[in-house]
C-alpha cells in the first residue's frame, strides 16, 4: 500500500482510455480504491488520501477548482495527465 502503487496505477490510466472514464467518474475516495484494486493495484483509502494531500499542497487554486470527483483528483495529483 504504497505511493508506488498509486503511481502505477495512474501510468495505468494514463495509457487506458476506458479506464479514463471509469476513473473520471470515480465518486469516492473508497470507489476509486475498489478500482484500483480491480487491476491489480492496491492501496488503502488513507495511503490515497495521504499521498494526494501531499501531492497537491503547493497547488494553486486555479488548478485545484478544475478537480471535480476522486478520479480528477488522482489524475491531477498522481501525473495520470495534463488534463483528461
Do not use: C, P, Y
Request: aromatic share 4%.
Amino acid at each position: 500500500m504504497s505511493l508506488d502503487a498509486i503511481k502505477a496505477f495512474a501510468a495505468l490510466v494514463h495509457a487506458d482510455s476506458e479506464l479514463q472514464a471509469d476513473v473520471k467518474g470515480a465518486s469516492s475516495a473508497n470507489e476509486l480504491v475498489a478500482l484500483a484494486a480491480s487491476r491489480g493495484h492496491q492501496f488503502s483509502k488513507a495511503t490515497l488520501l495521504r499521498e494526494h494531500a501531499k501531492a497537491v499542497h503547493g497547488a494553486d487554486d486555479q488548478a485545484l477548482e478544475g478537480i471535480n470527483s476522486w478520479g480528477d483528483a488522482l489524475l491531477h495529483a498522481f501525473g495520470a495527465s495534463e488534463r483528461l
